[in-house]
């Protein structure tokens, strides 16, 4: 079956890294993302990695692929106020064009 | 490029009322999809439309709800009737149509509805 779990709650200083962790249980799972919701807007891609792929680095962000252990992290390095915000994890099998799963969320917050 | 649009941004009901939410998907995309997170939880599938045609509804919870896209344009998702359980924000997506590579999805602002 599919099921998404991610940590519910991370609190950080601005400057230090975060760091949002994800596991998965679909092993056939294709795609994996990285959403952001900021309070009263929609949902917004920061990146997502191919399951063939170990790492993906985009300026800040970090993704790291762990798929023996079905484990996904988004790291946020230099972390920021305006990062505050909650960050979702999904992931879609090849079979599934656009049917994503996601996790509950994780609620990032970023102390001055 | 405009993003995806949702309407109302709230809707408050009592129970048994109809509801309807609009999305406005952007222009030239083909796939556009309906999401619901309910109560905090995660957000969860109910249908995916390619042009007017629904490919896949399996996530629709029940008879209740139904959705249409009338001419590949924009999409309405009727709530009849409301129940309190039905109560959450309603996401729309949309995408260019593809076969390979990540699809990715623009997401609305979402359509949150309470039902008292």
């Known amino acids: 079956g599919e099921d998404v779990e991610q940590s519910l709650f991370l609190s950080v200083r601005e400057g230090d890294s975060s760091v949002i962790n994800c596991t998965y249980t679909d092993s056939s799972s294709t795609y994996l993302y990285w959403y952001k919701q900021e309070p009263g807007a929609g949902l917004q891609l920061l990146t997502y990695?191919?399951?063939?792929?170990d790492m993906k680095q985009d300026q800040r962000l970090t993704v790291l692929l762990n798929k023996k252990d079905k484990h996904l992290s988004l790291r946020i390095a230099d972390t920021q106020t305006g990062d505050s915000a909650i960050y979702f994890c999904?992931?879609?099998?090849?079979?599934?064009?656009?049917?994503?799963?996601f996790g509950q969320g994780t609620i990032l917050t970023v102390h001055p | 490029e405009a993003g995806v649009t949702q309407f109302p941004s709230h809707s408050v009901i009592e129970k048994g009322q109809t509801v309807t939410l609009r999305c406005d998907p952007i222009s030239g995309h083909d796939n556009l999809y309906w999401y619901r997170r309910v109560m905090g939880k995660e957000i969860k599938f109910l249908l995916h439309?390619?042009?007017?045609?629904?490919?896949?509804e399996s996530g629709m919870p029940n008879n209740r709800f139904l959705a249409e896209r009338t001419g590949g344009t924009y999409s309405t998702l009727k709530v009849q009737p409301a129940e309190l359980e039905d109560s959450g924000v309603y996401f729309c997506?949309?995408?260019?149509?593809?076969?390979?590579?990540?699809?990715?999805?623009?997401f609305g602002a979402g359509s949150r509805l309470t039902v008292l």
């Open positions: 997506a949309s995408s260019q149509i593809g076969g390979f590579g990540a699809n990715v999805l623009t």
């Open positions: 439309f390619v042009k007017e045609s629904k490919q896949d």
């Open positions: 990695i191919f399951s063939n792929m």
């Open positions: 999904a992931e879609v099998m090849g079979t599934s064009y656009g049917k994503l799963t």
